[in-house]
């Protein structure tokens, strides 16, 4: 069964022959190379390029270990290109197996008939070396695990079954495809310790895996809250009776954020408007691995709900931050203080910005008003939204705050600019 990925096959299609080297970068096993060689190729298929004017290499398969050389690569590759004046196509999986990948790479987009197309490893090849490595010449295009319309395209049942199968199973394509919920969290076991860890223990040379896994576990007990390395040392000291410097656990963070496991949130003064340093707040890529970790625990559906809608807001190119709004008030004496309220959101692409809070539900006036209250203090003209748990008829609160339901959200590609 096919899972299309049209999102981010059209951002392929859209950077053709820009000059630059398209980077597709992700968690592993979230379909890169398959977004590659099997969707991007069959467009370029239909769009009759030539199949000679098509080159692929996967660097992991064994039969092409000699063109890790990339003296050996480079001349090979020469000779397939073709001087015709028609676009030849490289097509490269797991790039950062080949020596001097950057160099190569820099020498290919030299030449004008010549479009490059790689995948990397999220452990070697990261968003940050596209920018730094290729001096302005890379591209990245973040691939992320389905998102829930994507999901359900191929799921059989209702939305809220599909839902809450996909708050407990994630987004990652080989898992939605098991047929079965034993043969799922058996893959996501495999790949959380035999993938994706495995992965940061033998490329970052982890001598204490117990104190690492644990540090994985506190922070999916507690997905959405603010915290720092700090704070999360003191939890080890406290909690679990274990020293774990600060120091360490800013790198193991870093380990985690490098393999897209974990993303990281920053704070953001709305009135203000400047960032706040620590503390933090951290989201999973893909709740499955989140869940697996905890062995299918703490299934809280309001964090849960949380974390998914800050994944939807990400997949479709929102920069997101997490608000903060301080505001003057008395106390009981008379007195003025200055208290700080938080918004789950702050989305913004190109001169679009939107306020989300979420909300699992909103039983009554009271709720709603708590749920309401940071969102009213924010005196600019950017839409205020509620996204609430529960099937809801879009509708406005007489303060202008937009309340929809999670399925209007996230089944909508345009949702948000359409209400």
């Not at 309220?341 to 006036?365: H, M, T, W």
């Amino acid at each position: 069964m096919e899972i299309k990925r049209d999102y981010y096959l059209n951002k392929l299609i859209e950077l053709q022959g820009d000059g630059l080297i398209k980077v597709i970068t992700g968690m592993r096993r979230c379909g890169k190379s398959y977004l590659l060689f099997t969707q991007f190729r069959k467009y370029l298929a239909d769009h009759k390029v030539r199949r000679d004017h098509v080159f692929e290499m996967a660097f992991d398969d064994v039969e092409n270990a000699k063109y890790r050389n990339p003296d050996v690569f480079y001349l090979y590759l020469k000779e397939k290109i073709k001087n015709d004046g028609k676009m030849f196509y490289i097509l490269l999986d797991e790039i950062q197996l080949l020596d001097r990948f950057v160099e190569v790479l820099n020498s290919l987009i030299r030449k004008p008939n010549v479009d490059v197309f790689v995948t990397g490893s999220n452990a070697h090849l990261l968003s940050k070396d596209v920018i730094t490595e290729f001096r302005g010449r890379g591209e990245e295009i973040h691939l992320n695990p389905l998102n829930f319309s994507e999901f359900m395209s191929v799921y059989k049942g209702s939305k809220f079954d599909g839902w809450t199968e996909y708050m407990m199973y994630g987004g990652l394509p080989p898992v939605v495809l098991k047929n079965s919920y034993e043969r799922k969290a058996e893959l996501l076991k495999s790949l959380l310790m035999e993938t994706y860890l495995k992965d940061i223990i033998q490329r970052n040379k982890i001598r204490h895996q117990p104190e690492m896994e644990e540090l994985l576990d506190v922070l999916a007990s507690n997905i959405g809250s603010l915290t720092n390395p700090l704070k999360l040392s003191d939890t080890f000291k406290g909690k679990k009776k274990v020293t774990v410097s600060a120091m360490t656990i800013r790198k193991y963070l870093e380990f985690f954020e490098d393999s897209f496991i974990i993303e990281r949130v920053k704070r953001y003064d709305i009135k203000g408007r400047k960032y706040i340093n620590a503390p933090y707040k951290y989201y999973f890529s893909d709740m499955g691995i989140r869940n697996i970790q905890l062995n299918f625990r703490q299934q809280e559906e309001t964090h849960i709900m949380e974390n998914v809608l800050y994944n939807e807001l990400v997949s479709r190119d929102y920069g997101v931050d997490v608000g903060t709004v301080v505001y003057s008030t008395k106390d009981k004496s008379g007195k003025i203080v200055r208290k700080q309220l938080e918004v789950d959101f702050v989305c913004n692409k190109g001169s679009r910005r939107y306020y989300i809070q979420s909300a699992f539900a909103l039983p009554d006036e009271g709720k709603r008003k708590q749920e309401e209250a940071s969102l009213v203090r924010i005196n600019d003209s950017f839409k205020k939204i509620i996204i609430v748990g529960n099937p809801v008829i879009p509708y406005y609160t007489n303060e202008g705050v937009l309340v929809m339901s999670i399925y209007d959200f996230l089944l909508d590609q345009n949702s948000l600019e359409k209400l």
